[in-house]
């Protein structure tokens, strides 16, 4: 997708360990056109797929998964990364985050995520897969069919796809990075 591509050339900083920070428009400043384009391109790419759920990790994976069920007319669940007191019927996963370098939780209710949900997941990056693999987790305990994954970037060179696509599970990304060594940003044109 062009103008993500443009973006984050512009707005994009490398830093040590691979980690890309796109905080100006993406993970902290939001920038909501940009943001109804993703949503449109995603939801372009899965036309011919049923889906009658978005669902999403807490805490950036949240304004894709809105936008997208805005314009879908369809509800929008995010997985919880503290299990909440107040709420009993969890289904419930571990994710180990690598730009934090420890475990979480992800937890949806079990009221939210059921066998007749045709799920597709969207969050902002791809890296590793360990959030990916959290929610087909999810997804397999509470008999939903996980129907496919669409990210905003991709850092490729982190392998995430390659679980998600062993399970068969389609996988589109809206960026693709191939590599941010020596802090230089290549992307997949
Ligand atoms: P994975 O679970 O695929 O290893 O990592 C994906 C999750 O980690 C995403 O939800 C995202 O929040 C975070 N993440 C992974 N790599 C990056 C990165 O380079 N930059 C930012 N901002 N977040 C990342």
């Given at each position: 997708m062009k103008t993500l591509i443009d973006r984050i050339l512009k707005d994009g900083k490398c830093y040590e360990g691979g980690i890309l920070k796109v905080?100006?428009?993406?993970?902290?400043?939001?920038d909501p056109n940009l943001m109804k384009q993703i949503a449109v391109e995603l939801i372009r790419r899965y036309a011919s797929t049923e889906i009658n759920k978005i669902i999403t990790v807490e805490a950036s994976g949240i304004a894709p998964a809105i936008m997208m069920g805005f314009l879908l007319d369809l509800p929008v669940v995010f997985a919880k990364k503290k299990k909440p007191s107040?709420?009993?019927?969890m289904l419930s996963s571990t994710v180990f985050s690598f730009t934090k370098q420890r475990e979480y939780h992800v937890c949806i209710s079990k009221e939210y995520l059921t066998p007749e949900d045709k799920v597709l997941f969207v969050d902002d990056f791809l890296a590793y897969g360990n959030a990916a693999k959290g929610i087909m987790d999810l997804c397999k305990q509470a008999g939903a069919e996980l129907v496919g994954m669409g990210f905003i970037?991709?850092?490729?060179?982190?392998?995430?796809?390659e679980a998600i696509e062993a399970a068969g599970i389609r996988c589109e990304s809206l960026a693709i990075i191939d590599s941010l060594d020596n802090c230089e940003i290549k992307i997949r044109q």
């Open positions: 905080d100006k428009f993406i993970n902290h400043q939001l107040t709420m009993a019927d970037i991709e850092k490729a060179f982190q392998n995430g796809r």
